[in-house]
């Protein structure tokens, strides 16, 4: 396929929830009433939980999350350790290896920069409320000029995101709806912008552009990849129907 062709697709696949949303909308509304935004846009300033009688039902999600976290990613303590998948390969050179290399995720995860304890928190809530969070994990650069590469955590609204299994009851390819303005887009791929939003950059930066996110396994996608790389993650200019980066 090629990648217009995918995004018909993905359209495809996010007309399909539609009742899936009003769902999610109702539990938002009496649980998670800072996450009711699937079927409507709020500006800001608008009231989002008028409409409550009491804020029990609120309290019990939040306390949940809280239990999630507080119980599988104490702070405080050290709670996952890397490991060899043979467990009779491992000698004490190895080991001490793992140690280390144990110490230098925890170290990464942590930083501060790369906002992992929100997105964890956020991925909490959205499971307490709805059974699933979308978390991403990228490696990014602030300023190549100054500061080496760092993580970076986000946890996804539902609303922006949907996905397929594949033949194996995996989770396949993901879409992701984005909406960046312009000097956003500019500072993620610079260069790279359409004609139509390279004038805009300087007149009108904070113009938001659609956008879409595909990562979908290789065989969906025209383009050849190596074997060892089972997967393509595009990013589409929806409203110039050009490929920002692929």
């Not at 009711?36 to 300033?45: I, M, N, S, V």
């Not at 659609?210 to 190596?226: F, S, T």
Request: hydrophobic content about 35%; glycine content about 6%.
């Amino acid at each position: 396929m090629n990648v217009k062709q995918l995004h018909t697709q993905a359209e495809s696949i996010f007309g399909k929830r539609g009742q899936l949303l009003h769902l999610w909308q109702e539990i938002a509304d009496n649980f998670y009433p800072e996450r009711a935004d699937f079927t409507l846009r709020r500006q800001p300033g608008d009231e989002f939980a008028d409409h409550l009688m009491t804020s029990y039902p609120v309290l019990v999600r939040r306390e949940l999350a809280g239990q999630i976290g507080t119980m599988l990613r104490p702070s405080a303590t050290p709670w996952f350790k890397m490991v060899h998948s043979d467990p009779e390969r491992e000698d004490n050179d190895s080991k001490r290896w793992l140690e280390w290399a144990t110490g230098l995720q925890r170290r990464a995860m942590y930083d501060p920069a790369s906002a992992f304890s929100r997105a964890m928190k956020e991925g909490d809530n959205d499971f307490a409320a709805f059974g699933q969070p979308a978390i991403s994990t990228e490696l990014v650069w602030d300023n190549p000029n100054e500061n080496g590469p760092h993580l970076l955590y986000r946890c996804w609204h539902l609303r922006d995101m949907a996905w397929q299994e594949d033949r194996f009851g995996k989770i396949g390819n993901r879409y992701r709806k984005w909406k960046p303005t312009v000097h956003e887009l500019n500072a993620s791929f610079p260069g790279k912008l359409h004609p139509n939003l390279t004038g805009k950059l300087a007149q009108q930066p904070l113009t938001e552009v659609e956008c879409m996110h595909l990562v979908v396994q290789a065989d969906y996608y025209d383009k050849k990849i190596p074997a060892r790389q089972p997967y393509w993650s595009i990013y589409y200019d929806c409203q110039n129907q050009v490929v920002i980066e692929d």
